[in-house]
């Protein structure tokens, strides 16, 4: 199920910020384009363990990968730290890029017209860096790099469920579309992610691929962050006008 329009499109504010996020994410992919592809190391590490082999390395989709994907066992040990950003911009393949960006699109403008521009950015990085830090805490020895924007993208949708009731959305169903409420599409999609990251958790070793984690906790906390703004705008609100409720002109 991916969507393919806006859901409660922007009445007001253009969501250029949306817009400048999500051509990140391509510009970053375009360059992985260009790089060549070479055997894959099993390691990072063997990228690494010599000028030689970093020579040899030098100019392919792996030591990319390696050097800007965020690894748990480097960032247990504090090191590469930045990672947790870096990584929120690369993606290996078109379609983690393509699915990324729809589910992000449709639902990244309305978020951005409440939260504003610098809110989407911090809600954005901040969920993708706390997706990060879960997965993390569930997989700290692998040592494999962990990249995509699918983090910061649960968190924005996680954020739309509560800031755009009513709305609907179209998503495409293989091969048919449809238009269903939106809180719809976000509560199944949240409780499919927390079914999965419960499965891959019940397992003896961390199953790699898809890190369902990452997605349950994104959209856990930018629930929570925006259920906070709310509720502080309220209170912001009644502060200024007692009976009526909102702010003087």
Not at 179 to 208: C, D, H, I, K, T
Request: hydrophobic share 55%; glycine share 10%; with cysteine.
């Amino acid at each position: 199920m991916l969507p393919i329009g806006l859901s409660a499109p922007p009445r007001s504010h253009r969501p250029w910020m949306t817009g400048v996020l999500a051509l990140a994410c391509v510009a970053v992919y375009v360059r992985v384009l260009l790089l060549r592809k070479a055997p894959l190391a099993p390691y990072c590490t063997d990228l690494t363990e010599s000028r030689r082999a970093l020579q040899r390395a030098g100019g392919t989709v792996q030591l990319f990968v390696c050097q800007y994907g965020a690894i748990p066992d480097d960032l247990v040990k504090g090191r590469h730290l930045l990672t947790l950003v870096t990584a929120l911009f690369v993606h290996a393949g078109w379609f983690h890029l393509v699915s990324n960006l729809l589910f992000f699109i449709a639902f990244a403008p309305r978020v951005e017209e409440d939260l504003g521009s610098g809110g989407l950015l911090a809600l954005f990085v901040g969920n993708g860096v706390l997706g990060g830090i879960a997965h993390v805490l569930v997989a700290p020895n692998l040592v494999s790099p962990a990249i995509g924007a699918s983090g910061a993208v649960a968190g924005v949708m996680g954020a739309h469920l509560l800031l755009a009731k009513g709305a609907t959305v179209r998503v495409l169903i293989g091969p048919v579309p449809l238009r269903l409420p939106s809180r719809f599409v976000l509560a199944l999609w949240a409780v499919l992610q927390a079914a999965y990251a419960a499965w891959a958790l019940s397992r003896a070793e961390y199953p790699g691929g898809t890190s369902y984690e990452v997605h349950a906790a994104g959209f856990a906390v930018g629930v929570v962050v925006v259920a906070a703004w709310l509720r502080l705008r309220r209170s912001e609100e009644l502060i200024w006008h007692p009976d009526l409720g909102g702010r003087p002109g």
